[in-house]
Structure formats: C-alpha cells, structure tokens
C-alpha cells in the first residue's frame, strides 16, 4: 500500500483546511486509517483514526469536536478536515495504514506510511 498525503499549506488561526490521502492497492478497504503530526522538535503524534467501515472515529484530546476523520473507500482516500484550527496545529501530517480491525492510537500499530504534508497556522 502506497499513501501519499495532501492538502497542507498557510491558514489563518480560526480557519479550516481539508487534508487528503490517496491510496493505492486493492486492499484499502479493508485498512484501519489514521491521521498524526509531527511539530519541530516533538515526537510524532497520533491526531485520529478511522475503521475500516468509516462507522467508528477515535479522535486525540487536542483535537476533539474540531477535526473530523472520513474515508471514501470507492476512491481509496482518507480525509482529515480540520476546523477553528489553531498555531499549535502546525506540523507535518502524516496518513497511515494499519492492517488491524481495532481503533489503535500507537504508532508501532500502522504499516504503511504518507510522506506528510506541512500545514502551518498563523497567529
């Protein structure tokens, strides 16, 4: 499974923004999805995750009730919109596969890797 994430760029704090990942293989469907980030100088981590199904979403604290996870599996891409977003937000983001059927947050729990796409949000 190869992923590659887009739709990063300059957004002002309160804005939104609409990421995507485009996946190839035939087994997307079938493959637990997450979003993380990674802001300089910190460790990568874990923002949401959706199941294979799209009917269950599992959401990091610091973006609850402000981003949303959705999967269109007929067009192998996972969506990360992200509202009232915030300078704290920025970082590279990065798509994720995971090959098990339970909503996991860990990172050592997904296979396949995007390359990340920056978002930067201005105070």
């Known amino acids: 499974v190869q992923l590659q994430a887009s739709g990063g760029g300059l957004v002002q704090a309160g804005g939104s923004l609409r990421l995507s990942c485009a996946a190839s293989?035939?087994?997307?469907?079938?493959?637990?999805m997450g979003w993380f980030r990674q802001a300089p100088g910190k460790e990568r981590e874990f923002v949401a995750a959706?199941?294979?199904?799209?009917?269950?979403?599992y959401y990091a604290d610091p973006v609850k009730g402000r981003f949303t996870i959705s999967r269109d599996n007929a067009k192998n891409t996972v969506y990360l919109q992200m509202n009232k977003v915030k300078p704290e937000d920025t970082a590279v983001y990065y798509c994720?596969?995971?090959?098990?059927?339970?909503?996991?947050?860990?990172?050592?729990?997904?296979?396949?890797w995007g390359q990340g796409t920056l978002v930067t949000v201005s105070s």
């Open positions: 293989g035939r087994t997307f469907s079938r493959l637990l």
């Open positions: 959706i199941t294979w199904s799209g009917s269950s979403t």
């Open positions: 994720a596969a995971s090959n098990t059927v339970r909503l996991v947050a860990q990172r050592d729990e997904y296979r396949y």
